[in-house]
C-alpha cells in the first residue's frame, strides 16, 4: 500500500499580498489617530429667530459647532440660554445676533461660550436692543475678531468676566446702563474704519465699570480712547486699566 506524507511545509504568499496586507494596517492607524485626535464635529446651520436652550435642543453636544449662515434674533418675549463651552460661528462678516428678548449666556473659566466666524475672519458683533427690566446676562464669554462688539440700545445687560477682540468699539452704549465688570478689551486693527474705543458710552448712559482692561491699538491717522464719555453721561467708574 503507498502511503502519501502529508506536505507540511509553510505555505508562501505573494510578495504583492504582504505589500497590501501592510497598507491597509498603515491605514487603519491612521483613520484611528484622526478619530482619536480630531474627532468628528457636527454643525447646526441656523438662521431667523432662535430662542431655547442652546445646544441641547438643537440635538448637539458641548463640543459641536453651532454655525449661523444668516442673522438671528431673539424675538420680544422669549429667551435664548446658551451652556458653557458653546461655539458659535457665524460665516459671514454681515451677519449678527441681535436681542430684543433676553440672551442668558454664562460660561466659566475653563469653559468659556465662543462667538466667532470661522478662518479668523471678522463677523459684525451682538446688539440689545429696548430689553430694560429684562436684563441679559453675558458671563465668562469671548466674542472673538467682531466689527463692533456688543452694541448696547436703550438695553443694560450685565457683561462680566468676558473677552472681546473687535476693530471700531468694544463695548457702545446709548441710553443704555450696563454692569461692565472684570472685563478684557482690545480693540482696533487694520480693519478699524472709525475712532477706536474700548467702551463709548453717549446719550444718558449712566454705566458701572469696574475692574477691566481695555488696550486700544489705532493707526496714526485715528485717535483712541479707552473710556469715551459724551452725551450727558454720568457712568461709575473704578480701578480700570
Known amino acids: ?18 505589500k497590501r496586507e501592510s497598507h491597509i494596517v498603515v491605514a487603519l492607524f491612521l483613520v484611528i489617530c484622526l478619530v482619536v485626535l480630531h474627532p ?22 458641548p463640543d459641536d459647532v453651532i454655525e449661523i449662515t444668516g ?9 435664548l440660554e446658551i451652556d458653557p463651552g458653546t461655539s458659535i460661528a457665524f460665516v459671514s462678516n454681515a451677519f449678527r445676533l441681535t436681542v430684543y428678548g433676553r440672551l442668558i449666556a454664562i460660561g466659566d ?17 451682538l446688539i440689545f436692543v429696548q430689553n430694560e427690566g429684562n436684563e441679559s446676562i453675558l458671563e ?3 466674542i472673538r475678531n467682531a466689527a463692533f462688539g456688543i452694541d448696547c440700545r436703550n438695553s ?8 472681546i477682540t473687535a476693530d471700531n468699539y468694544g463695548i457702545n452704549c ?11 478689551i482690545i480693540v482696533g486693527s487694520d480693519l478699524t474704519i472709525t475712532q477706536p474705543n474700548g467702551i463709548f458710552l ?3 448712559s449712566n454705566a458701572t465699570i469696574t475692574g477691566n482692561w481695555i488696550e486700544v491699538n489705532t493707526s496714526s491717522s485715528l485717535d483712541a480712547t479707552g473710556i469715551n464719555i459724551r452725551s450727558t453721561s454720568s457712568p461709575v467708574i473704578s480701578r480700570n486699566w
Open 71 to 79: 442673522s438671528i434674533n431673539v424675538p420680544v418675549g422669549d429667551t
Open 140 to 142: 465668562w464669554c469671548e
Open 1 to 18: 500500500m503507498r502511503r502519501f506524507k502529508k506536505n507540511m511545509a509553510k505555505q508562501e504568499f505573494p510578495e504583492e499580498w504582504h
Open 202 to 204: 453717549q446719550e444718558r
Open 109 to 125: 473659566s475653563a469653559n468659556k461660550i465662543l462667538f466667532y466666524q470661522r478662518e479668523f475672519r471678522h463677523w459684525y458683533g
Open 40 to 61: 468628528f464635529v457636527v454643525f447646526a446651520q441656523i438662521e431667523g429667530d432662535v430662542s431655547g436652550h442652546w445646544p441641547g435642543d438643537l440635538g448637539l453636544g
Open 174 to 184: 446709548t441710553r443704555s446702563s450696563p454692569e461692565i465688570a472684570n472685563n478684557t
Open 156 to 163: 443694560s445687560p450685565i457683561l462680566r468676566h468676558n473677552i
